[in-house]
């Protein structure tokens, strides 16, 4: 599944013992690997003469941004960010980090998450005089800091967070400190883990991964980690909550090869794709995975059931999303674009189409027609999430609740109009079957019982 169900964005930071020239370059490696999380925009900040520098750009990490990055530049710290908006508030004045000279001082800021009544909060604070220098939620902690009088910088921040609803993994930038810290409900990742020379800090431990890190640990739900000179000091924020951890990260968002929430994403979908296979009704003669989101599945999916695993449709990497338009015609295009069958593996077979989910329909429609044209016998379509019949208002962004296909429609009327044979979801307890701590995740997508009140949604400011 894509263009449907939006990645977030990505975080990624260094703290180290001594200044190195080549911080900018391991940012811009941590960015690179955590570019599925986020492609409209990125960006770095870095702590450099008793000041911060930001470098960022609309684009891919390997586009622009890299021509830009700074080069030797000698440096301890530094955060960096990926980033994925909706529609109007992509610009480069949301992009991220966000830096503040403000009266605690000059921060910077990269946010993965989403504050769900910022808007409310936004024109609270307006009328009593603030200025906000974005549309992004991400700045609203910056003026709960500025607000608070008499006290410093650290005072003010745990002050203002201990007051923040709303899912937040957050770095900040504040001198040469970088500060990690993660809403008390976790619903977004951040990991760190020890280099030779520091500690660097991630949304998907993918990026720790490419750097070396050792001894990787979660940034856990209600803790703030200060990081000076590659040196730790953990406090808490605040006391420990039910967790709401996003259970998308383990059905689709974060690689395969990253451990979030502590769990394996590949073990993860594997199990998904086995318990899909139980489900079946059908007896197709192959598997084939809607790549590369379906691929872990259906491997799963293969192994239980014993049918073969086939790669059934080829994707085409290459193509820059800057190029997808949002309005539905050009989004069905993109599918043609990205994908393509393999006639001679399909041809006359009976086919089991594992994906991740389905939001809108209108990519499946297009792959279920593009399969039987393809000479495809029938088509089967497993989703390894359940429906999705909410929208989601901690950091993913989803179309409406009406535009959401399973909000108005039974699998049998969306197997009718998407053209396939038979659409099977997993359904949650299913699902939650394939987790370790199933109690403690998120699932408000599936059931609408949202773990606080949602007084305003800013279409502008997933981050
Ligand atoms: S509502 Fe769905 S997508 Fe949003 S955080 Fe919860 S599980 Fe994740």
């Known amino acids: 599944m894509f263009d449907e169900l939006k990645e977030e ?37 870095y702590y450099k003469d008793n000041s911060i520098g930001v470098v960022k750009s609309l684009g891919l990490v390997s586009g622009d941004f890299f021509e830009i990055l700074p080069r030797n ?52 604070l307006i009328k009593k005089g603030s200025i906000f220098q974005t549309t992004s939620d991400s700045e609203i902690l910056i003026h ?23 899912a937040y993994s957050m770095l900040m930038l504040h001198d040469d400190t970088v500060i990690a810290f993660r809403d008390p409900t976790g619903f977004r990742p951040l990991s760190y883990g020890e280099i030779e020379n520091g500690i660097i800090f991630s949304s998907e431990t993918n990026a720790l991964d490419l750097l070396g890190a050792k001894n990787i640990k979660d940034v856990n739900p209600g803790e703030i980690i200060f990081c000076k000179k590659g040196s730790i000091r953990s406090k808490k924020f605040s006391n420990p909550k039910k967790l709401n951890q996003c259970v998308f990260e383990l059905i689709y968002f974060a690689r395969p090869d990253s451990t979030v929430f502590g769990e394996s994403v590949y073990e993860a979908r594997l199990k998904m794709g086995a318990k899909l296979a139980t489900l079946r009704k059908c007896n197709p003669d192959i598997v084939i995975s809607v790549p590369d989101s379906g691929n872990t599945a259906a ?89 999705i019949k909410f929208a989601c208002y901690f950091g993913i962004d989803t179309p409406t609740d009406k535009e959401l296909i399973s909000s108005r429609a039974t699998p049998e009327e969306i197997a009718k109009e998407i053209g396939a044979d038979s659409v099977t979801f997993l359904t949650v307890n299913d699902l939650k079957e394939c987790l370790s701590e199933p109690e403690k995740y998120c699932y408000s997508c599936f059931n609408g019982n949202y773990p606080m009140t949602i007084k305003s949604r800013c279409s502008d400011c997933v981050c």
């Open 73 to 124: 530049i000698e440096s301890s710290s530094g955060i960096g960010h990926v980033r994925y908006s909706t529609c109007g508030g992509a610009g480069i004045v949301n992009a991220q980090p966000l830096s503040f000279k403000c009266n605690k001082g000059e921060i910077a800021i990269a946010h993965n998450g989403n504050i769900p009544n910022y808007e409310y909060m936004r024109d609270e």
């Open 299 to 387: 491997l799963g999916f293969s192994r239980a059931s014993g049918i073969p695993f086939e790669f059934g449709l080829m994707r085409n990497h290459y193509m820059g999303r800057t190029f997808i338009k949002p309005e539905q015609k050009k989004r069905n295009e993109s599918v043609r674009i990205k994908l393509n069958p393999v006639k001679s593996a399909i041809n006359g077979k009976s086919l089991a189409v594992v994906d991740d989910s389905l939001v809108r329909g209108t990519t499946s429609r297009k792959i279920v027609a593009m399969l039987k044209e393809s000479g495809a016998k029938e088509v089967h379509l497993f989703l390894s999430s359940p429906e």
């Open 9 to 45: 964005c990505g975080v990624f930071g260094i703290s180290l013992k001594k200044d190195y020239s080549e911080l900018a370059k391991d940012l811009y490696l941590g960015l690179f690997a955590l570019q599925h999380r986020g492609q409209e925009s990125c960006g770095i900040a």
């Open 144 to 166: 709960f800091m500025a607000k608070i009088q008499d006290k410093n910088f650290e005072d003010s921040l745990m002050e203002a967070l201990s007051n923040l609803e709303g």
